[in-house]
C-alpha cells in the first residue's frame, strides 16, 4: 500500500506543477517521470516474480527468515493468497498506466515534445513476461470499460441469434441428433473476425447448443450466475477455480442483475489430469429480455490487442457464450445453453480425443447436464416429503440436511483433486509397473474439512469396454465393494444410511459400517454417487462412528476432516458405434467407459513436510490396486 500512496502523490504533485513550469522544462520533467514509472514497473515485476516463487516451493519468509512450508502444488490458501498478491500488483501497474496517460495528455496540452506512446519498447518487453491474470486483473480503465460494454451489447444480440436459429445456422446430426454450428454461415452472419484464433492456424472452434429443464426458479438461477462462489457450487465437477476480477457496471435499476456486466475468470476442467484444463477470461453480462425471461452472455476480449491477443499464455477464448433462461411453470426453468469456443490445439490422449471432439467434455451438453443434476440436489436439501424409502438411516429433516452437505462438501473436494489444474504439480509415478499413474502433493494448515498436513494425491485414467451405467452400477452394488476396495480388506459391508438426492436413484448418499463394526463404534464408509448423462462420480471417504452420528443427528458436519476418493466415469464418446451383441467382442464393437481413479493419503501431520519416496509409493499402489480388482471383477484385466 505504500507504493500505490506514493505513486499517487508524486503523480498528482507533477501533474499541478506542469501548469505552471515552461515548455521546455514540461518536457524534461516528462521524460523524468517516465523513467521514474519505469523504474517502478520493474519494481513490481521483481516483486511479483519474488512472490511468485515464494509460494511455489519451499523457501525462507524474507522478513523473518523461517522456513516456508514445502508443498509440490499449491493448497486452496496458497492459490487464494497467490492470485490476491497478482491483483494487487496488477491494480498497481494499471494505476501507473493511469498516471502514465495522464502525463501524456498533460504534455499535449502544454503543446511540448510528443507525448510517449502507451507502450514503448521497455514497457512491451515487461508485458511479454505478465501472465493473463496480471493483464486482466487489474481492472479496466474508462475507455476500456466503453469498448467492453459495447462488446456486450453486441455479444447479447449474437447470442441471442444464436440461440433461436435453426438450418442453416444449425445443422441437425443424423447420428446423434444434435446440433452442428455451420461455421461458414456463422462468418458470413456475423463476420466475425475480432479475436484470436479466427485466421490462424493451431486453434480449433467448438459449438454446441442443448435445452433443457432446470427444477430452479429463473430469479436464482439468475443471482447464482451472478455470484462467483454460488457459480461453481452449481459446476463443482467443471469449475475448479473461478473469481470476479472487476464490475464494469453496476444494475441499470432494483430490478436484481438487470443490466450487470462484470469482469471474470475461469478455470474449466474434465475429470482428468491427462485433458489440460481451460482458463478464460471474460466479461459477464446480464440482462432481463422480459417479465419471467434473463440472458446470460459470456465474451472474451482483448485488453490490449498488441499484448495479449498474441500471447501465448492466452489459449483459450470465448464468443458470445452463455443461456437463456426461461420461467416456467411450479418454479421450472427452460434453459438454452450455447458454448462457442475457440483453444489452441493441444496433444489429447488418444481415448480422450473422441470425448473432447464431441463436445461432451466441455461442450453445451455437459454444462446443461451438470446444471440439472446441481438444482436436482438442491431441491431434494430442502424438500419435507421425501418418501420413506429414499430417506432410510435418517430421523430428522436436520440430519438429513447435514449428511447432504457433508457428502457434497466430499464430492467437490474429490473433483477438484481430479482435474488437471495448473495449481496442481502433477508427475508420472516413479514406480514401474504402475501404470500411467499421475501424482502430485499439497498442504493443509488452516482448513477444518481435510486433515492437516501434508496430503498425497494420485489419481490414474484409462478405458474400459463397460458402459457407464453397467459399471456405476457395479460400483454401487454393496455385495460387490469387498471386490475392488482395498480399504476393506475382504471384508463385507452393510447399508445403515440411503438418501435419494435426484430423480434417478443412483443420485443419493449411503452409509456403510463393515462386519467388524457396529453402529456404536467402528468406523463407516460415507459414500457419494452423482449421475448424469455426461458424468458419473462416486466419492467415498471413511469416517470414525463416534464423528458420523452427530451429523446423522443434524450437527453441523463442516468441521468433520474428510480425504475421500474414488471414481469418475465418463461415456467414450462414440455415439455413432452400433450397439450390437455379438458372440465374439471386437475392439470398437462395444460401448466403452473413460475411468478415473483417485486416491488420497495424509502423508505427514507437518504442512512443512516433503513427499516421502515411501508416502509416494503407498498412495500409487492403492490406485493401481483399485482399478486392476476392478477390471478383475469386470473380466477386462487385459484391457
Not at 519474488?50 to 492459490?79: E, H, I, N, V, Y
Not at 434453459?335 to 471432439?357: D, G, K, L, N
Amino acid at each position: 500500500m505504500r507504493i500505490i500512496v506514493t505513486l499517487i502523490t508524486r503523480g498528482s504533485s507533477n501533474l499541478i506543477s506542469h501548469n505552471t513550469i515552461s515548455v521546455f522544462d514540461q518536457a524534461t520533467q516528462e521524460r523524468h517521470e517516465n523513467s521514474l514509472l519505469k523504474s517502478e514497473l520493474e519494481n513490481l515485476q521483481k516483486e511479483n516474480r519474488a512472490m511468485r516463487q515464494l509460494a511455489k516451493g519451499p523457501s525462507r519468509c524474507p522478513s523473518c527468515g523461517a522456513a516456508a512450508a514445502s508443498t509440490d502444488g499449491f493448497d486452496a490458501a496458497a492459490a487464494n493468497q497467490e492470485q490476491l498478491l497478482q491483483l494487487e500488483n496488477a491494480k498497481l501497474r494499471a494505476e501507473v498506466e493511469k498516471l502514465r496517460r495522464a502525463l501524456g495528455t498533460a504534455a499535449a496540452d502544454g503543446a511540448a515534445s510528443p507525448a510517449s506512446p502507451p507502450f514503448s519498447a521497455a514497457t512491451a518487453q515487461m508485458s511479454s513476461n505478465r501472465s493473463p491474470f496480471e493483464v486482466y486483473g487489474g481492472g479496466l480503465a474508462g475507455r476500456d470499460r466503453q469498448s467492453v460494454l459495447g462488446l456486450a451489447g453486441r455479444a447479447l444480440e449474437e447470442l441471442k441469434t444464436m440461440c433461436s436459429s435453426g438450418e442453416p445456422l444449425w445443422v441437425r446430426s443424423v447420428e446423434t441428433g444434435r446440433d452442428i454450428l455451420n461455421y461458414d454461415e456463422y462468418v458470413r452472419l456475423f463476420r466475425r473476425d475480432d479475436g484470436p484464433g479466427d485466421r490462424r492456424a493451431g486453434w480449433s472452434v467448438e459449438a454446441s447448443r442443448e435445452t433443457g429443464l432446470v427444477y430452479l426458479d429463473a430469479t436464482k438461477l439468475v443471482y447464482a450466475f451472478m455470484d462467483v462462489n454460488q457459480w461453481k457450487e452449481l459446476f463443482p465437477s467443471m469449475i475448479s477455480k473461478a473469481s470476479t476480477l472487476d464490475v464494469i457496471r453496476t444494475r441499470d435499476d432494483d430490478d436484481g442483475h438487470d443490466g450487470v456486466v462484470q469482469l471474470m475468470f475461469a478455470e474449466v476442467q474434465m475429470l482428468t489430469p491427462m485433458i489440460p484444463t481451460r482458463e478464460f477470461y471474460f466479461a459477464r453480462y446480464c440482462k432481463k429480455l422480459a417479465a419471467e425471461k434473463w440472458v446470460i452472455v459470456d465474451v472474451s476480449f482483448d485488453k490490449a490487442e498488441a499484448d495479449v491477443g498474441t500471447s501465448p499464455l492466452l489459449t483459450c477464448w470465448k464468443n458470445p457464450s452463455g443461456c437463456i433462461i426461461e420461467e416456467q411453470a411450479n418454479g421450472h426453468s427452460r434453459v438454452t445453453w450455447m458454448e462457442h469456443t475457440r483453444c489452441r490445439e493441444c496433444a489429447v490422449p488418444s481415448m480422450y480425443r473422441a470425448v473432447t471432439a464431441s463436445g461432451l467434455a466441455f461442450g453445451a451438453r455437459r454444462w446443461v447436464a451438470t446444471l440439472q443434476l446441481q438444482c436436482e440436489r438442491m431441491v431434494f436439501w430442502v424438500a419435507t416429503n421425501v418418501p420413506t424409502r429414499d430417506n432410510s438411516g435418517v430421523s430428522t429433516l436436520a440430519g438429513r440436511r447435514s449428511v447432504l452437505k457433508l457428502a457434497h462438501r466430499m464430492t467437490s473436494s474429490l473433483c477438484r483433486v481430479m482435474g488437471g489444474s495448473r495449481g496442481l504439480a502433477w508427475s508420472r509415478a516413479p514406480r514401474a509397473g504402475a501404470g500411467d499413474v499421475r501424482l502430485t502433493s499439497r498442504t493443509n494448515a488452516g482448513d477444518p474439512g481435510e486433515p492437516q498436513g501434508l496430503i498425497a494425491c494420485a489419481v490414474l485414467s484409462t478405458w474400459l469396454p463397460v458402459s457407464p451405467t453397467a459399471l456405476l452400477d457395479f460400483l454401487r452394488d454393496e455385495s460387490r465393494r469387498p471386490e475392488w476396495d482395498v480399504t476393506l480388506a475382504g471384508r463385507a459391508v452393510q447399508c445403515r444410511v440411503n438418501l435419494t438426492k435426484g430423480k434417478d436413484r443412483c443420485n443419493c448418499v449411503t452409509a456403510y459400517v463393515s462386519s467388524r463394526a457396529d453402529g456404536q463404534g467402528g468406523e463407516w464408509v460415507v459414500q457419494d454417487s452423482c449421475t448424469s448423462p455426461c458424468e458419473s462420480i462416486v466419492a467415498y471417504a471413511p469416517v470414525d462412528a463416534a464423528v458420523l452420528q452427530p451429523v446423522i443427528s443434524g450437527h453441523d458436519s463442516s468441521g468433520v476432516a474428510l480425504l475421500p476418493c474414488g471414481f469418475a466415469v465418463v461415456p467414450d464418446g462414440l455415439e455413432a458405434r452400433p450397439a450390437v451383441i455379438r458372440s465374439r467382442r471386437e475392439d470398437g464393437a462395444a460401448a466403452g467407459s473413460l475411468v478415473t481413479v483417485a486416491f488420497q493419503v495424509l502423508a505427514s501431520s507437518s504442512p512443512a513436510a516433503a513427499l516421502s519416496p515411501e508416502s509416494a509409493e503407498t498412495v500409487t499402489s492403492l490406485v493401481s490396486c483399485t482399478l486392476r480388482r476392478v477390471k478383475k471383477a469386470l473380466g477386462c484385466q487385459d484391457r
